[in-house]
């Protein structure tokens, strides 16, 4: 072989080699240009992503300056945008299960879009109302001295007003302090135009009540979550029969009760009417006069003049439409107070007595029983005036007292013994000795349970249980020996948890006391101030007010702070 074709195949060889290298690197380059041309891709892709993500979050910034804007309003203006909505609880549930793909509704979404900005306003104003709550329920600052801190809340005086019980002596700090908060939010209640509660609406004129949660709302009417009494295990019915707690009797002195007209002579009668605002007193200035009661001005309604009778005594029928008047006189008044006008009753058929000075008016209105000649009870129809039958005890009668139900009457006299008639068959069907008495001059009985009380010419006091006594037990549960002379006025509260009891015959002869314990109330009567001779007491309806009247022609005022209804 020639040099020439020796070079020509090395020629050959290598532009074979050179061919086979670039057939080897040209996919290697091709891979290179797709990647490049991916990697741009990607790129753009996640320039795109930023770009949502930042539209995202200006967005949202958007919605809390919204939310913060809402918030500001609400807090300078109110609650501007929250609905009045029955049932809405209701309606939320609908829309979770439609969510949810229930099958069972059908919601037509076409008026959806002009609701949504409406709707974002009330969900922003609960929010808002939440945190305003939660705000108001963290305290600013806590002291650690109120756990370690105990206080005798028996020991001071005016510390016992605390006392949730009777036998309650030492309590924690934090305690004290919360029932004292409690004890200033009773005695300063809040008005309720500055009280801030977007929770209480006030509903508009609607002619249509509609149900909330089972509950209806008539118009015009406030209401409050109605599942919030399925939150708490507190009492849904407030019991008005509070315990009452012995030995101080919370009370203030008001302004007298006949302050616009005082009378000229001793005041015999003092009565509260049944509505606890209107107010009789009457005395031997033959005047009977009536006031409303508020404890402020005590106004003076009317006032009556009585030419012929020095009244002895006057009092409301318990329904509420006549007082009766009496005096030392064979013949006795009704004032009807529709028509104020007085009817003369007397002298009743029959009968010679010259006086018809004492009597009691059952609280069925329907019997007036009044005190005769030789140990007769003259029994009168509240309805006709006229007599409709007599009782008859030993001795001479000087008191007497209904039952409750007006069927039954208790009478007491000369001869120590104390009488039950059946008012329904005119009999006597239980006589019992008085413990200790030898003349009865007074009595009175509970309006509600079974207790009674008989007061003697010695002064004392026997309580009695009135089932226990028929059943023949003569022991009392307690006798009371706090009065030194003649025991003339008794009286029970409305719910019997307190006793009045008085004397006529010397100053500030009026004692009170507490039935639960039968123990007679400490602070009563007031040291610094005079009762004068007092000669009757009322207690109004609700227990509220207690009116004295005395000798000096004044009716003093007093309120008792345990009941908070006049």
Not at 24 to 34: C, R
Not at 116 to 127: G, H, I, K, P, R
Not at 346 to 364: D, Y
Not at 413 to 420: A, K, T, V
């Amino acid at each position: 072989m020639s040099l020439i074709s020796q070079n020509a195949s090395m020629k050959d060889r290598a532009k074979n080699i050179k061919r086979e290298d670039i057939a080897d690197l040209s996919p290697s380059e091709e891979t290179k240009d797709i990647q490049a041309s991916r990697n741009s891709d990607s790129d753009v892709s996640s320039h795109k992503r930023k770009k949502r993500n930042h539209e995202a979050v200006e967005k949202q910034m958007q919605v809390q300056e919204e939310k913060e804007m809402k918030k500001l309003e609400n807090f300078l203006f109110g609650s501007l945008y929250f609905p009045v909505e029955f049932g809405k609880e209701d309606d939320d549930e609908l829309k979770n299960e439609v969510d949810k793909g229930s099958t069972r509704f059908i919601v037509d979404r076409s008026a959806g879009s002009a609701l949504s900005v409406y709707e974002e306003d009330v969900a922003l104003e609960e929010e808002v109302d939440d945190e305003m709550e939660n705000r108001q329920r963290k305290p600013a600052w806590v002291d650690d001295e109120e756990i370690k801190t105990n206080i005798n809340i028996a020991k001071v005086n005016r510390l016992r007003k605390l006392r949730k019980e009777e036998e309650e002596t030492i309590i924690s700090g934090t305690t004290y302090v919360s029932r004292l908060r409690a004890q200033h939010a009773k005695l300063n209640p809040g008005t309720e135009w500055a009280q801030l509660d977007s929770r209480v609406k006030s509903y508009s004129s609607d002619e249509e009540s509609e149900v909330d949660n089972g509950i209806v709302a008539s118009p015009g009417l406030k209401v409050q979550g109605a599942d919030d009494i399925l939150r708490t295990n507190e009492e849904l019915v407030v019991k008005s029969g509070a315990k009452l707690l012995p030995g101080i009797l919370e009370f203030s002195r008001l302004i007298d009760a006949n302050v616009e007209d005082p009378s000229n002579g001793p005041i015999n009668s003092v009565q509260f009417h049944r509505n606890a605002q209107l107010l009789l007193s009457a005395g031997l200035d033959r005047k009977l006069r009536f006031f409303q009661i508020d404890g402020k001005r005590n106004t003076k309604i009317q006032s009556v003049f009585l030419d012929d009778c020095p009244i002895r005594q006057a009092s409301f029928l318990p329904d509420g439409s006549q007082v009766i008047v009496s005096g030392r006189r064979k013949f006795f008044y009704s004032f009807d107070l529709v028509k104020a006008k007085f009817d003369k009753i007397g002298p009743l058929t029959g009968r010679e007595e010259k006086s018809l000075e004492v009597f009691e008016v059952s609280p069925n209105s329907r019997m007036i029983a009044f005190l005769g000649n030789e140990g007769y009870i003259l029994l009168v129809s509240s309805k006709t005036k006229t007599l409709i039958g007599t009782l008859k005890i030993n001795g001479t009668v000087r008191s007497l007292a209904f039952t409750e139900d007006g069927n039954q009457l208790l009478s007491s006299g000369g001869d120590g013994q104390i009488y039950h008639w059946d008012l329904r068959t005119r009999t006597c069907f239980h006589k019992g000795v008085d413990e200790g008495c030898i003349n009865g001059t007074a009595l009175s009985t509970a309006p509600i349970g079974n207790l009674f009380a008989a007061g003697s010419a010695s002064g004392i006091v026997n309580v009695y249980n009135r089932e226990e006594f028929l059943g023949g037990k003569r022991k009392p549960l307690k006798t009371i020996e706090n009065l030194t002379t003649q025991v003339d006025f008794m009286k029970f509260n409305h719910d019997a948890q307190i006793l009045a009891i008085c004397s006529s015959m010397k100053k500030n002869s009026l004692k009170l006391i507490h039935i639960p314990s039968l123990t007679v109330f400490s602070n009563w009567p007031p040291p610094n101030r005079t009762l004068h001779y007092p000669r009757g007491l009322d207690f109004s309806p609700g227990g509220g007010f207690m009116a004295v009247g005395n000798a000096a022609g004044k009716v003093l005022l007093y309120k008792l702070h345990h009941y908070h209804h006049a």
